[in-house]
């Protein structure tokens, strides 16, 4: 399965970007789509997850700024991102888990997509 992500760039403080990305292979279902983040130096964390049903999760640093949603049919996960600031400047990956050919468990990343907050 691989994952095709788009959307990034460089925005002013304040501003908005939606970040996209496309799961395409032999999938069979998918439970859970996200977002994570890497910040030059610093570990690889979670920003937002949806899972199967539309139940979400936010770090405490997005909550309130970004929103993640899913269109099941295009097997594709966005996050929205509004109220931009410095801080979140990292390169933004998607990652998807569910099953492949039938039932074979898969956890797959994308790219990866650099966003900078920068005036």
């Known amino acids: 399965v691989q994952l095709q992500a788009s959307g990034g760039g460089l925005v002013q403080p304040g501003g908005s970007l939606r970040l996209s990305c496309a799961a395409s292979?032999?999938?069979?279902?998918?439970?859970?789509m996200g977002w994570y983040r890497q910040a030059p130096g610093k570990q690889r964390d979670m920003v937002a997850t949806i899972i199967t049903g539309g139940s979400t999760i936010y770090a405490d640093s997005v909550k309130g700024r970004f929103t993640i949603s899913r269109d099941n049919a295009k097997n594709t996960v966005y996050l929205q991102m509004n109220s931009l600031k410095p801080e979140d400047t990292a390169v933004y990956y998607c990652?998807?888990?569910?099953?492949?050919?039938?039932?074979?468990?898969?956890?797959?990343w994308g790219q990866g997509t650099q966003v900078t907050v920068s005036s």
């Open positions: 292979g032999t999938i069979s279902y998918i439970n859970t």
């Open positions: 990652t998807t888990v569910g099953l492949r050919n039938g039932l074979i468990p898969f956890n797959s």
